[in-house]
């Protein structure tokens, strides 16, 4: 079974420093991997994806994230975050196209002035 | 244009009603889910539809019943309401690419 954890429940970072949020998933074959933004009361954005390729994948917004099978990780990292960035991140881990998502429990990003 | 749209946005109600949540995509997409957010925020799969067909049914009470007219449409029905069922249900489309703004239910 797919699972996803965020170690990371609440992160505070000052505005202007970098951000990077961990997840780690657990999955048998190539995970189709995903990290999605949440603002208070709002849906979910996705910011990026991970299906094959390059390790490295841009998003928006500014944030990056990389693949590591060895770590079975997807870090998502942003270099300098804006106040705006104050919002739950949500990693998510699928099958294959079509199927279901398994989400992390969230990390809570909190920016200070 | 909203690619992905739920209404209502809020729902209160009381212990024991039915209720209805609706779920549109105008991205035509052959693949729409049900998500549920509980209190802690942590986000689940309920159901799973492509192209009108019921795919994913994960454990959830039979008192929730999805249905789909047609694949731009998946639609949430709830019965005999209890006060767990108290969550945020999100509608997506297309393996999560996209999500709907959410559906805050309160039951009371």
């Known amino acids: 079974a797919q699972s996803v954890t965020q170690p990371d429940i609440h992160i505070t970072v000052s505005e202007g420093a970098s951000l990077e949020l961990r997840c780690n998933y657990s999955y048998g074959a190539t995970p189709y991997l995903f990290w999605y933004v949440q603002s208070p009361g709002q849906g979910l954005q996705l910011l990026l994806k991970?299906?094959?390729?390059?390790?490295l994948v841009q998003g928006i917004k500014g944030f990056e994230a990389e693949f590591k099978r060895s770590q079975s990780s997807f870090n998502l990292r942003k270099p300098s975050v804006h106040w705006s960035d104050a919002a739950e991140y949500f990693c998510a881990v699928g099958a294959a196209a079509g199927n279901k998502l398994t989400f992390g429990g969230g990390t809570r990003v909190l920016v200070k002035p | 244009d909203t690619a992905v749209s739920q209404t209502p946005k809020y729902l209160v109600t009381q212990m024991g009603n039915d209720k209805s949540i609706k779920c549109e995509q105008n991205l035509g997409h052959d693949t729409m889910y049900w998500y549920k957010q509980d209190s802690k925020k942590f986000l689940k799969i309920m159901f799973s539809y492509n192209n009108k067909e019921l795919i994913i049914n994960e454990t959830v009470p039979n008192r929730f019943s999805p249905k789909s007219p047609d694949k731009a449409h998946l639609n949430l029905h709830i019965n005999s309401l209890e006060l767990g069922d108290s969550a945020v249900y999100f509608c997506?489309?297309?393996?999560?690419?996209?999500f709907g703004s959410g559906t805050r239910l309160t039951v009371v």
């Open positions: 997506a489309s297309n393996y999560g690419y996209t």
């Open positions: 991970y299906f094959s390729g390059d390790t």
